[in-house]
């Protein structure tokens, strides 16, 4: 079973910058499209990016222009560059592929507050 290791998150103030890292054990991280979920308090968890094989790339129109998914397939690592961060984008992040078939993390925490 693949394991999913989440980290970066953490404390920012609006208008501030965080980059997420998930680290995936196991080879089989290259043949799987990946994505960037969140979920806040009271909320569904909602994709918020995703990277095919190649190099198209999805956004929920809430975070497009402001986040920036990347993968290193030597690293079996996803990436998710989070800038002009606001209130509304605080929840815990979680990678997982795109649709989800792995066992989620345990995530990281993302909050945006002054």
């Known amino acids: 079973q693949v394991q999913l290791v989440e980290s970066g998150g953490g404390l920012v103030q609006p208008g501030g910058s965080l980059r997420l890292s998930c680290a995936a054990s196991g080879s089989i991280f290259s043949i799987y499209a990946m994505g960037w979920y969140r979920q806040a308090p009271g909320k569904q968890r909602e994709l918020v990016a995703a990277?095919?094989?190649?190099?198209?790339?999805n956004y929920a129109d809430s975070v497009k222009g402001r986040f920036t998914i990347s993968r290193d397939n030597s690293k079996n690592t996803v990436y998710l560059q989070m800038n002009s961060l606001k209130p509304e984008d605080t929840a815990v992040y979680y990678c997982?592929?795109?649709?989800?078939?792995?066992?989620w993390g345990q995530g990281t925490q993302v909050t945006v507050s002054s």
């Open positions: 990277r095919t094989l190649g190099s198209s790339t």
């Open positions: 997982n592929t795109d649709p989800p078939y792995w066992v």
